[in-house]
């Protein structure tokens, strides 16, 4: 965190893990992020009616690693018919060459706040896109196996906030303060899982 005059902030953050769950060559990612802030009205100390004020933006990456037996397939043990023990395969073929998920995330945003504090606003705009999530498909059954574990899809997340503040009674031992919130939030689908001739599935 680097911090200059109280007025500009730049946080920064990197991170490494490896997972257990995932094959030897895709099971350790690297993921980071990055925000900065401006108070602004530290230059407009001018004007009486500004409180405070400040913008702020970030960007940053998070990843996700896969459950437990999705990488290799192994035989699954069913209830013995008679006294023979039986072995078969399950219903869902494995990836050997599956990814993390990723998230990428966007947020800017700006706080605001008027007459000694009384009446404030905070709105935030937010988008993340979610890349590679681990899924199971339907399959032809042709195959031998009813569904595949694969890396698929791209879906968008995105919305704005809204808190609107006041405080329209305030003395020396009391106080009154109020706050309005306000939430749009649209999901997409921007792509799906693709077959090997390219065609959404």
Same mark, same amino acid.
């Given at each position: ?137 339907? @399959?032809? *059954? ?8 694969? #890396?698929?899809?791209?879906?968008? %997340?995105?919305? $704005? +906030? &809204? ?5 329209? @009674?305030? *003395? ?8 309005? #919130?306000?939430?749009?939030?649209? %999901?997409?689908? $921007? +792509? &799906? ?9």
């Amino acid at each position: 965190t680097l911090s200059w005059r109280e007025t500009y902030t730049l946080d920064a953050s990197l991170r490494t893990d490896r997972s257990s769950t995932l094959p030897k060559d895709n099971n350790q990612y690297y993921y980071w992020g990055v925000s900065g802030s401006w108070v602004f009205s530290k230059a407009l100390q001018s004007l009486n009616w500004l409180s405070y004020g400040k913008l702020r933006l970030n960007y940053a990456t998070v990843y996700n690693d896969a459950g437990w037996g999705q990488v290799k397939n192994t035989y699954d043990q069913p209830t013995p018919f008679g006294g023979t023990t039986l072995f078969s395969l399950p219903g869902t073929n494995n990836n050997p060459n599956l990814k993390p998920e990723k998230t990428n995330s966007r947020e800017a945003g700006i706080e605001m706040s008027f007459l000694n504090n009384r009446l404030g606003l905070d709105l935030t705009y937010y988008r993340t896109n979610t890349f590679d999530q681990i899924l199971s498909v339907d @399959v032809s *059954t042709a195959t031998g196996y009813g569904k595949q574990v694969v #890396n698929a899809g791209n879906i968008q %997340n995105s919305g $704005v +906030e &809204l808190t609107l503040r006041t405080t329209p @009674v305030r *003395t020396k031992n009391f106080s009154w303060d109020m706050n309005i #919130n306000w939430t749009r939030n649209r %999901n997409k689908v $921007v +792509e &799906l899982f693709r077959d090997a001739a390219g065609n959404e599935v």
